[in-house]
């Protein structure tokens, strides 16, 4: 669909341990408006951002945040109530996936593999290993690998976890406790109903924390992988199948763990972003680009599907009325 000139509403910002991500995101999407000739209104957001959505009167929203509440199906509640057009998942999918439980039960029955593990409390891993070591907790609902702790033997947490040691347990209630998946970390995104490429992330040291994904030179990209053939269509399957389940729109973007030493077999969703980075150093628009298309171009195909997406669910509204 060829787009009209708009006047779109970037909003970014907001409060979440992302902020910082969501602001270099929302400048690039805004500089990419402007060069195509769009009106672009900035929003940093914060608590007046209905007022300021509603006197900027936006003909779509892009939604360039990242993380709580603007990743958590909150602030697309209020956009509905609103009636504003914005881009990516709406808000049930959105309350879904930003969970990585809620995810596991919304995808695990459909035949999408994920790794096991259990919700436990943050108390607890002072007392008790909630799993054998190696065991990964990360938060329930944070994304940008925002406070993940590798447990193993060798570690310097203690055995159990010390209530001293740094860590997610400091931080969060509950944590997500999961299997350890040796291997290769690969990542898939997904624009409409397409799934582009596969990346490898090899991290210069450690492990691909908010540092190796957010700082130049600290994660060396592969794109595309150097894979098998077999482990790149699965990829691209499995990102596929998990967008269309969990309802998503827009771009998102699914991170796997690999054991290559289990074949297919050792494939593992881990997660699915429903607001992929849009930064210099993002995957998505790395993706895009390998696949011929700009970043620019990246930005105006993500509104174009909103657009298209709301004038279908308009033709809907309208037969429904008119029975």
Request: glycine letters at 10%; aromatic letters at 4%.
């Amino acid at each position: 669909m060829s787009l009209p000139k708009l006047h779109v509403a970037v909003l970014m910002g907001g409060w979440s341990s992302e902020r910082p991500v969501s602001l270099m995101s929302g400048e690039g999407v805004a500089k990419a408006l402007a060069s195509k000739g769009h009106k672009v209104t900035r929003i940093d957001m914060d608590r007046e951002v209905a007022l300021r959505l509603a006197e900027a009167k936006p003909d779509v929203v892009f939604n360039a945040l990242h993380g709580a509440p603007g990743e958590d199906g909150t602030v697309q509640g209020m956009m509905d109530l609103m009636g504003l057009t914005y881009t990516h998942s709406g808000l049930a999918t959105s309350v879904i996936a930003i969970d990585k439980e809620l995810t596991k039960q919304a995808l695990v029955p459909h035949g999408i593999p994920m790794p096991g593990g259990r919700v436990v409390k943050s108390a607890e891993v002072h007392e008790r290993d909630p799993l054998p070591r190696p065991y990964v907790l990360k938060p329930v609902n944070e994304g940008s690998s925002v406070g993940v702790a590798i447990v193993t033997e060798e570690g310097n947490y203690g055995n159990p976890i010390s209530r001293d040691a740094t860590g997610p347990w400091q931080e969060f209630e509950e944590l997500l406790a999961e299997p350890y998946i040796r291997g290769r970390e690969l990542t898939t995104a997904v624009i409409g109903d397409r799934a582009l490429l596969v990346t490898e992330l090899k991290p210069k040291s450690g492990f691909y924390d908010f540092d190796a994904k957010y700082t130049d030179g600290m994660t060396e990209h592969v794109c595309p992988a150097d894979i098998p053939d077999e482990i790149t269509l699965a990829c691209k399957d499995i990102a596929l199948r998990a967008h269309r389940q969990l309802g998503c729109k827009g771009t998102s973007r699914a991170d796997f763990r690999w054991d290559d030493t289990q074949g297919v077999e050792g494939l593992f969703l881990l997660e699915v972003n429903t607001q992929p980075g849009m930064t210099p150093l993002s995957l998505v628009p790395e993706q895009a680009r390998a696949c011929g298309m700009d970043y620019p171009d990246l930005v105006e195909a993500i509104i174009a599907e909103t657009l298209a997406n709301a004038h279908e669910a308009n033709v809907r509204t309208a037969r429904g009325h008119a029975k």
